[in-house]
């Protein structure tokens, strides 16, 4: 089955650049969504298809996704943005959908 | 306003059986795959299964951690999703959330309930 792999925690001072990656065989050919999870709630999608952002969600939220990583770029980051971040992909082989272990973003 | 607003959860045996229900609004939903996504204490999230749309087929998909134990229907008519679960395990033990995309496989969980609590324990 189909693997992504997250560093469990990233930690970034307030007004930093937070890097959050995704390691997956080869996907770059798959499409790639991130989810941000705060304590007691439920997931919220912040990317999708990459690198496009929902309505609602801050411009400082960017995705990019190469060869074998994808990754969420939270710039300025705020207070508010500590939160779990979770990739997720569609297997085409197994048509199963599968999250990435999330990381745990620390605003310092 | 787009709410996905799950029932059903509760103790249960091991063994025991549990029925889920998925209460939908604000979208679309005969032509929506929903989803079940888990998430055990503490623990990240793991995808449970999929029922697609009628226009493909209402075919399903199940992790392996459930297939054959879990199965999800939907009633088009209620706009609502279930998740029938039989043979519980204590490792089922976990917040089960609602979710739904658009229409392709590749599509995102774009929108999310709230979460029902199972808790499987003796």
């Known amino acids: 089955s189909y693997v992504l792999t997250q560093p469990p925690s990233v930690s970034v001072a307030p007004g930093k650049t937070a890097r959050i990656t995704c390691g997956g065989n080869?996907?770059?050919?798959?499409?790639v969504h991130w989810y941000q999870q705060k304590p007691g709630q439920a997931p919220v999608l912040v990317i999708y298809?990459?690198?496009d952002r929902p309505s609602g969600i801050p411009e400082r939220f960017s995705g990019s996704n190469s060869g074998n990583t994808a990754t969420l770029t939270i710039s300025r980051v705020e207070a508010g943005d500590e939160a779990d971040y979770y990739c997720?992909?569609?297997?085409?082989?197994?048509?199963?959908?599968?999250f990435g272990g999330g990381t745990k973003l620390t605003v310092l | 306003e787009v709410q996905l607003v799950e029932s059903g959860g509760g103790l249960v045996q091991p063994g025991g059986s549990l029925k889920l229900s998925c209460a939908a609004s604000?979208?679309?939903?005969?032509?929506?795959?929903m989803h079940w996504v888990r998430q055990a204490s503490g623990k990240g999230l793991e995808w449970v299964g999929r029922?697609?749309?009628?226009?493909?087929?209402?075919?399903?998909a199940y992790a392996a951690s459930v297939k054959g134990r879990f199965t999800i229907s939907r009633d088009d008519s209620k706009n609502t999703a279930y998740l029938q679960m039989n043979s519980l395990k204590t490792e089922d033990t976990a917040v089960y959330y609602c979710?739904?995309?658009?229409?392709?496989?590749?599509?995102?969980?774009?929108?999310w309930g709230q979460g029902t609590l199972v808790t499987v324990s003796s």
């Open positions: 029922i697609r749309s009628k226009a493909n087929s209402y075919a399903t």
């Open positions: 298809y990459d690198s």
């Open positions: 997720q992909v569609w297997d085409s082989s197994s048509d199963h959908h599968v």
């Open positions: 080869n996907i770059g050919s798959k499409s």
């Open positions: 979710t739904r995309s658009y229409s392709s496989s590749s599509d995102p969980f774009d929108y």
């Open positions: 604000g979208f679309t939903f005969s032509g929506s795959a």
